[in-house]
């Protein structure tokens, strides 16, 4: 059935980096739009970034634009979020969502803290 796995979260200094992954399963990755959502506690889950089907476009939230890149690799099912210069406010579970039908992934929780 389809799954999203996240990976790659973790504590992480002020302006340091990291990179999340989540793997699909049970589809093709190629044929849906992807997207990165973030929810810090007490705050509505908001939307990241976002990559077509074919990856041509892409879309940022304006607090992360300039900083964060989603990427996709079609042949190894899987969608990346690359976060540089990461701030304290970047602090929240992020969660991979599969658009058209709607699928997310059990998220994975990155700190930003010194």
């Known amino acids: 059935q389809v799954q999203l796995v996240e990976s790659g979260g973790g504590l992480v200094q002020p302006g340091g980096s990291l990179r999340l992954s989540c793997v699909a399963s049970?589809?093709?990755?190629?044929?849906?739009?992807m997207s990165w959502y973030r929810q810090a506690p007490g705050e509505e889950r908001e939307l990241v970034a976002t990559v077509t089907t074919a990856g041509s476009s892409t879309y940022y939230a304006d607090s992360v634009k300039g900083r964060f890149t989603i990427s996709r690799a079609n042949a190894e099912n899987t969608v990346y979020l690359q976060m540089n210069s990461l701030k304290p406010e970047d602090t929240a579970v992020y969660y991979c969502?599969?658009?058209?039908?709607?699928?997310w992934g059990q998220g994975t929780q990155v700190t930003v803290s010194s």
């Open positions: 969502y599969r658009h058209r039908g709607g699928y």
């Open positions: 049970g589809f093709s990755l190629s044929s849906y739009t």
